[in-house]
């Protein structure tokens, strides 16, 4: 059996985690809906669970180590999101993502991790 190109395991696990991120949010939503604080912080708490985030020009979400690892960049100027997957002596391979799971992903960065952006916005570059 041929080994499953880098390419097509980003693809994959890229949309694997947008499907879950849209979930989480989704639950988000409906929690803020009833009120139901105590739910929408373990939502958030969720969400927010990354190993590493480092701002530039950029924010750099350190989703998963290892082999494999996963990471989102999201480009403050532009206000894009990438997804990107790596695996053991493999590069980062960006994830081939439609517009609406772009979209998706851009939303979850802008909402889960607005602090950063704030912080960006307020100083200069």
């Known amino acids: 059996m041929a080994e499953e190109s880098i390419q097509r395991r980003s693809t994959r696990s890229g949309k694997r985690f947008v499907k879950s991120v849209l979930a989480d949010m989704k639950a988000l939503n409906k929690a803020e ?3 139901n604080w ?4 373990d939502i958030r708490e969720s969400l927010e669970d990354c190993l590493d985030v480092r701002v530039t020009k950029k ?3 350190l989703i998963s180590t290892g082999g494999p690892a996963s990471k989102i960049v999201y480009d403050i100027e532009t206000e ?3 997804y990107y997957f790596q ?3 493999k590069p980062w391979t960006k994830a081939n993502l439609n517009y609406k799971e772009q979209e998706a ?3 979850y960065v802008q909402s889960t991790f607005s602090y950063y952006l704030e912080e960006c916005e307020s100083s200069a570059w």
Request: hydrophobic content about 35%.
């Open 33 to 35: 809906e009833k009120s």
């Open 38 to 41: 105590e739910k929408v912080d």
């Open 59 to 61: 924010l750099d979400i």
């Open 80 to 82: 894009e999101a990438e």
């Open 87 to 89: 695996d053991w002596f």
């Open 105 to 107: 992903l851009k939303e």
